[in-house]
């Protein structure tokens, strides 16, 4: 039984270094025999067909780099017309849920699902209301969907069950701000 009470990784490392060392020597020298010198050009050969696979690799990852940055670009808020009104439309929610009164935070999260609804809708996804829009989203191009999903689902038990559904500022707020991480993933306010 070893009672050693370290491990000496120079040590491994140290062979590791020599392993490669020695293939690297075995590959540099100059042999007469002609299966190594096969064995140099094989080496060669998929070296540059690895180095182009790189090369075409990063050239299609900055092709759609650029598909989704015109696909998911939103024109700033400031600049764009309307987007000034947008923005007061947001600002007028996030007043409501800081409201005493509850019909002010309930009408703050179904004014926030409307806005969300605009955005998926101007984003492109195809569906008679916001759910079958959302259902059309795949989770690699929008990043906040599950927040999306959680704070639409908090909009439909308010529309549905109305003066029974019991909402506090706390979870008022919690929602708002999953409805502002969404908005602010695609630049939207």
Sequence with gaps: MLNAHFLNLEYFFNQILNFFTAIWNLLAEDFSIPFLQDIKII?????????????????????????????????????????????????????????????????????????????????????????????????????TLSSAWEAHKVRNRIAHEGEQFILTQRETRRVIGLYEKVFREFKYL
């Excluded at 600049?79 to 509850?102: A, H, L, Q």
């Design 43 to 143: 080496l060669m050969f998929v070296s540059v067909l690895f180095l182009s696979g790189i090369v075409y690799t990063s050239y299609r990852i900055y092709q759609i780099k650029e598909e989704e940055d015109e696909r998911y670009s939103f024109i700033d808020v400031a600049e764009e017309p309307g987007g000034g009104e947008r923005f007061r439309r947001w600002e007028d929610i996030v007043s409501k849920s800081s409201s005493p009164n509850v019909s002010d935070w309930k009408l703050a999260i179904l004014e926030a699902d409307i806005l969300l609804d605009e955005m998926v809708a101007k984003m492109g996804y195809d569906g008679e209301n916001l759910g079958e829009r959302l259902r059309n989203v795949e989770m690699s191009d929008f990043n």
